[in-house]
């Protein structure tokens, strides 16, 4: 079992930079790949970008890639998402999740997920 707290979130101008935190609780968030997926009002969940259970694989959705950057500290229990050069378009609810592989989370099919966290990007 895996509980999962995203923080970070918040209202910035276009062209700033947000690092959302997503908490694991629970012992074995070690062996899960990990997620951030992002729901913007009126359009279906969709995938930012993964990071594998040791950290050494990442992969990107296009929209983000060379803006974001996810990381992973498992002494921490935390998964990062770095997120700069944010765009009106970035706006959305973000949430972390957490997979048995990379494959089923950029397919979203995550056996955890957190509640959230709001990000606006202002023009």
């Known amino acids: 079992q895996v509980q999962l707290v995203e923080s970070g979130g918040g209202l910035v101008q276009a062209g700033g930079s947000l690092r959302l935190s997503c908490a694991a609780i629970?012992?074995?968030?070690?062996?899960?790949?990990m997620g951030w997926f992002r729901q913007a009002p009126g359009k279906e969940r969709e995938f930012v970008a993964v990071?594998?259970?040791?950290?050494?694989?990442?992969s990107y959705a296009d929209s983000v890639k060379g803006r974001f950057t996810i990381s992973r500290d498992n002494a921490k229990n935390t998964v990062y998402l770095q997120m700069n050069s944010l765009k009106p378009e970035d706006t959305a609810v973000y949430y972390c999740?957490?997979?048995?592989?990379?494959?089923?989370?950029?397919?979203?099919?995550?056996?955890?997920w957190g509640q959230g966290t709001q990000v606006t990007v202002s023009s």
């Open positions: 990071i594998s259970w040791h950290g050494g694989t990442t």
């Open positions: 999740a957490a997979a048995t592989g990379s494959d089923r989370a950029r397919a979203l099919a995550c056996d955890y």
């Open positions: 629970g012992r074995t968030f070690s062996r899960y790949a």
